[in-house]
Nanobody, 114 residues
Framework: QVQFVESGGGLVQAGGSLRLSCVAS????????MYWYRQGPGKQREFVAS???????VYAEFVKGRFTISRDNAKSTVNLQMNSLKPEDTAVYYC????????WGQGAQVTVSS
């Protein structure tokens, strides 16, 4: 059974930083790309960033230069370092893998105050 467990969310002021982590189980982590998505209040879930098994990264335009995705294959963990946070980054953040696209964790709530 595939499972994703996100952590590291919280409340932060605009301009601050947070680091999210997601531990994956039930997949061969090192062989799979990993994604971060987010869903803001009243909005649809949207792509944030991805990292392939070889370390290639892709970012949504609205986070380029502010967020960094990384992975630790030994710990089956994908991280999202978020800097220069804005109120519009307020959302629940989820990790996911194309290997199990319908498996979603509980997410990590990120709230950015102005």
């Amino acid at each position: 059974q595939v499972q994703f467990v996100e952590s590291g969310g919280g409340l932060v002021q605009a301009g601050g930083s947070l680091r999210l982590s997601c531990v994956a189980s039930g997949i061969t982590f090192s062989r799979n790309a990993m994604y971060w998505y987010r869903q803001g209040p009243g909005k649809q879930r949207e792509f944030v960033a991805s990292i392939t098994s070889s370390g290639n990264r892709v970012y949504a335009e609205f986070v380029k230069g502010r967020f960094t995705i990384s992975r630790d294959n030994a710990k089956s963990t994908v991280n999202l370092q978020m800097n220069s946070l804005k109120p519009e980054d307020t959302a629940v953040y989820y990790c996911n893998s194309p290997f199990a696209p319908t498996s979603w964790g509980q997410g990590a709530q990120v709230t950015v105050s102005s």
